[in-house]
């Protein structure tokens, strides 16, 4: 394993299909967290918003992502827009969901003690909601990256000529499991390291929590 992922990173330009993939699951998952943190900060917030919202947050987490690829595919074509925008579809409406549920974690008397002191809605939110929630915000993001990953090879296994899936889809033409296993591998590394990444930016900005999880 180890002999055939040195290969394909020294004789088959590898690392352009590793930043590809890893490039997908950025842009990808930071347009997911900006529609979804917002979104869910208000559904937590504000019962109006999340009844408004919350009937077509919650059907939509039951449809399963690979079943948009024909719909993308004819709107979007076979381009980068078109994974990425898969990739958007098969974590938002979690994130939605899970990123509400954190927003609610905040004590209710710490937001109505920041009333009472004459905090408006918004100044609630962001001197209140927002730094309290954050770790489990974190958090949530950190489980959801992972299930992002997982979307990957599903997203660059159609049409797609770079990217990790691509390399695993070329090798099943020749039954190369070594290739495919090793490819399977690397995704699983880079997951851990995205993974690590955002259990450090933890540690640095919460220092009180340290010796959580």
Do not use: H
Not at 22 to 27: G, L, T
Not at 107 to 125: D, N, Q, Y
Request: glycine letters at 6%; hydrophobic letters at 55%; proline letters at 5%.
């Amino acid at each position: 394993m180890a002999v055939t992922i040195k290969e394909l990173f020294a004789e088959q330009f590898f690392m352009d299909d590793v930043i590809a993939s890893v490039k997908r699951i950025s842009i990808s998952f930071g347009i997911a967290v900006l529609i979804a943190l917002p979104l869910g900060i208000a559904m937590g917030t504000f019962p109006a918003v999340e009844a408004f919202f919350n009937p077509i947050v919650s059907p939509m987490r039951y449809l399963p992502a690979p079943s948009f690829i024909p719909l993308l595919l004819a709107l979007l074509g076979t381009g980068d827009n078109q994974k990425v925008a898969l990739l958007v579809i098969g974590v938002v409406w979690f994130l939605i969901s899970l990123l509400m549920e954190d927003a609610k974690r905040v004590p209710k008397e710490l937001v109505e003690a920041s009333r009472t002191l004459g905090a408006g809605k918004i100044k609630a939110i962001t001197s209140v909601i927002i730094p309290s929630a954050s770790p489990y915000f974190i958090d949530t993001m950190r489980q959801l990256l992972a299930v992002s990953w997982t979307y990957l090879v599903i997203a660059e296994i159609v049409a797609s000529t770079d990217g990790i899936g691509a390399v695993m889809m070329r090798a099943r033409r020749v039954v190369g499991m070594d290739t495919i296993m090793a490819c399977i591998l690397m995704i699983g590394v880079l997951g851990f390291c995205s993974d690590c990444l955002i259990r450090g930016l933890r540690w640095l900005l919460f220092p009180y929590l340290r010796n959580s999880k």
